[in-house]
Antibody
């Protein structure tokens, strides 16, 4: 069973950088799409971006200037950085992995991390 | 961006009855080269991450009860829950994975009447 475990700071001040990590515990991490999705409290899902099985990245244009997604296959984990956060970035952030190798469909999800931006 | 619009926003159905959720995309998510629709459905229960139910518009993920079914093609899709059970109370989202950004519908909340 694929398990994704998330960790990172849950409380930030405006203008700080959000940094989250996601580890995969099924013994494999290569050749997969890795995605980040967020959900503001009481609202719907917003796709943040992904890093593909070949290492290229795709970002939501609304966040592109502030987002970086990277993967460390040797350590079976991938990361999200979002700079210059504001209260509008308060959300539960989910990591997700492709259902099968080389497939963008988010088949497995982490448990979510609530990130609150407040002064 | 492809805009995904779900209807209704919420619905209440009696136990054992059928629930149907519609999803419309602003442009086709059908890829003619492999003859599939890049459309998925997720179920989200309170305090939990979304769970993949259906992909390619009509293929059930492993372990998903067969009372869940997906249909449609091009720009119009439907998720049907036959014989609603208490454990099906949740918010359901459609998502296109045809292109980036991979957009979601706004969600449909399903409850018990």
């Amino acid at each position: 069973q694929v398990q994704l475990q998330q960790w990172g700071a849950g409380l930030l001040k405006p203008s700080e950088t959000l940094s989250l990590n996601c580890g995969v515990y099924d013994g494999s991490s290569s050749n997969y799409y890795w995605s980040w999705i967020r959900q503001p409290p009481g609202k719907g899902l917003e796709w943040i971006g992904e890093i593909t099985h070949s290492g290229s990245t795709n970002y939501n244009p609304s966040l592109r200037s502030r987002v970086t997604i990277s993967v460390d296959t040797s350590k079976n984990h991938f990361s999200l950085k979002l700079t210059s956060v504001t209260a509008a970035d308060t959300a539960v952030y989910y990591c997700a992995r492709g259902l099968t190798s080389a497939w963008e469909l988010q088949g497995y999800w982490g448990q979510g991390t609530l990130v609150t931006v407040s002064s | 961006d492809i805009v995904m619009t779900q209807s209704p926003d919420s619905l209440a159905v009696s136990l054992g009855e059928r629930a149907a959720i519609n999803c419309k995309s602003s442009q086709s998510v059908f890829y003619s080269s492999n003859n599939v629709n890049y459309l998925a459905w997720y179920q989200q229960k309170p305090g939990q991450p979304p769970k993949l139910l259906i992909y390619w518009a009509s293929t059930r993920e492993s372990g998903v009860p067969d009372r869940f079914s997906g249909s449609g093609s091009g720009t119009d899709f439907t998720l049907t829950i036959n014989s609603l059970q208490a454990e099906d109370v949740a918010v359901y989202y459609c998502q296109q994975y045809y292109s980036t950004p991979r957009t979601f519908g706004q969600g449909t909340k399903v409850g018990i009447k």
